[in-house]
């Protein structure tokens, strides 16, 4: 009996190795005659050579500066520059037009009394007189002159390396809601 299987699984396997696959071997006999092997070699890895970092004389990436070099004639650099406002004399003023932004303010009015000029503005639903010379708005605006139709003011403002600088603005005057210029 185990010489019947035998017999049948190798006539089986003789019989899968005929003639029926001889035009896939020369195929792929056709298709890899081009091929050619190999790998190409890899680059010669070369030792490791480090690099001095030398960090004198750079700036310090974490700490918040400008990108300008420092000048050496510039007046009070380093403390917020020339026009660094005093902080003591706001809070000593407590004035009600300093606690507002200037876009918030309206100017509806001027006055002249004893032939001084003065403004007449409005925030929410108060009213304040102020001369030049008086403080109003977030940024330590100072009036610096008054007229008919406007008020011009000086500002102090720091920049994003802490020194401050001058701003000029101007308040013009509103006329009321509903009424045409």
Known sequence: MKQIVLIALCSVLAACSGVAHDDLKQWMADNSRDLRGGVPKLPEVLPYQPVPYDVEGLLDPFKPGKIEPASQNRQGAGKGGVFQPDFDAREMRNSLLEKYPIESLKMIGSLNINRQAMAVIQV????????????????????????????????LIQDSAGDWSERMSTLYLQSKEGSKK
Do not use: A
Not at 133 to 143: K, S
């Open 124 to 155: 929410e639903d108060k009213v304040k007189q102020v001369r030049v010379g008086d403080y109003i708005g977030l940024d330590f605006g100072m009036v610096t002159r008054i007229s008919e139709q406007e008020v011009e003011l000086r500002e």
